[in-house]
């Protein structure tokens, strides 16, 4: 990529949203103050491109492919082989890997599906007491981070039945009725029992006695969920000749970047959080896209706020966004010679529903080759407005490689 532009790819997870009564029905993004998003979206082009195919769950290991440049339809693998790839797991023929979330179970209902949002330490204990003292034939635990963490399948003979069961995502039932939402399907029945079973093991375990006294939630059950089997995609380098880096506190996200044969950035105040070092991020990108061509750059901060239903922590994650890491983007970009600059989410995540949807989201490309729109702003209306949609939001990342301007 000697002669074309070096692509930063920026995601704010579930940054888009739906019209909210309370903004006067603006979306939490078209509410914020956003001059940097607002600056590509005037002088680079907008539109809408749908990062959930037709048919597939909306969720972030689907939309991050996509973004990635591979379509859904015909690489997708689940969410546990993403994260299984991130640490370094490496999954057999035949073996499942599970999502495994540490979360707090009130009577039946699920209370938080980030128990209270554990510390890896903590957390790390709790998955260890489990992998010595649940009864689970063929299954191991590897502790991850925080909360989320991953359980491997290693009988083949129950893989297919693993994978025609459907478990539901812990983020999309908070504070519902666990009991309505137990695993349907062929082996639906063991999943029950082992996150059952794990609450048991839980309760008492020292970690969660003290965050009790602390008043803190406890991660007093296991939750299993995003299930799949080993992930075969092509590189960059296969693909293109191309080079980059991966910037996220997702597992799943470096995960899929990895398996891209992207170098994996760890920036160590990244937390997956509203408390994210989103400078450090832009820097690490800054400084990745120094020696590589692309640098993939993640925040999960938006996402988490439209689950926790609290419409001011989204807004304020658009804004730390828009402000620390494009504007520190646009800031130094000159130093890099001719770039690119693609920003949009993965899904949108609603706010009032606390959930994901399947719309499609809008996104904004600036930089070497692509003419002046002049659109007013970043935001869900003006992209609905501007004409310009994408069917397949795969498309969107090669052709921002290998094409010389757009029209």
């Not at 195919?53 to 082989?81: H, Q």
């Amino acid at each position: 990529m000697s002669n074309r532009p070096k692509l930063f790819v920026l995601v704010l997870d579930g940054m888009a949203d739906e019209p909210i009564e309370q903004l006067e029905g603006k979306t939490p993004l078209e509410a914020a103050k956003t001059p940097n998003m607002d600056r590509l979206a005037r002088e680079g082009k907008v539109g809408l491109a749908r990062t959930i195919p037709k048919g597939f769950t909306p969720a972030s290991d689907v939309g991050n492919l996509a973004i990635l440049g591979y379509d859904p339809k015909e690489y997708y693998c689940g969410r546990g082989p993403l994260e299984a790839a991130n640490l370094g797991i490496e999954l057999k023929e035949g073996e499942v890997a599970f999502r495994c979330n540490l979360i707090t179970a009130d009577g039946d209902r699920l209370a938080d599906y980030t128990a209270g949002f554990i510390t890896t330490d903590e957390a790390g204990r709790l998955i260890k007491h489990l992998a010595e003292n649940l009864q689970a034939d063929g299954v191991q635990f590897y502790p991850g981070v925080k909360y989320r963490h991953l359980a491997v399948f290693r009988d083949p003979s129950a893989a297919e039945g693993l994978l025609k069961t459907v478990c539901s995502p812990p983020h999309d039932i908070a504070g519902w009725k666990i009991s309505d939402h137990w695993p349907k399907g062929p082996e639906a029945k063991r999943l029950t029992g082992m996150m059952e079973s794990s609450r048991e093991l839980l309760a008492g375990h020292e970690v969660n006695q003290v965050r009790v006294d602390l008043k803190e939630n406890p991660a007093n059950m296991i939750w299993l969920w995003g299930q799949g089997t080993k992930a075969r995609i092509p590189t960059y380098q296969e693909r293109w000749g191309l080079t980059g880096v991966v910037i996220s506190a997702v597992d799943l996200v470096k995960g899929a970047g990895k398996l891209a044969g992207l170098e994996v950035v760890n920036v160590p105040g990244a937390t997956g959080y509203y408390d994210t070092d989103y400078e450090g991020k832009a820097k690490a990108a800054l400084k990745g896209l120094k020696k590589k061509d692309v640098a993939y750059l993640h925040v999960e901060a938006a996402d988490e706020a439209g689950h926790n239903g609290e419409l001011r922590q989204k807004i304020a994650a658009i804004e730390n966004f828009d402000r620390l890491v494009v504007g520190t983007i646009l800031e130094h970009a000159h130093t890099l010679g001719d770039v690119r600059i693609l920003v949009m989410p993965d899904h949108p995540t609603s706010v009032e529903k606390r959930s994901h949807t399947s719309d499609p989201v809008p996104f904004v490309i600036w930089g070497q080759g692509i003419p002046a729109s002049g659109a007013a702003g970043y935001g869900e209306s003006v992209a609905k407005s501007s004409g310009w949609f994408v069917e397949e939001a795969h498309e969107l990342l090669p052709k921002l490689l290998t094409e010389e301007t757009w029209r």
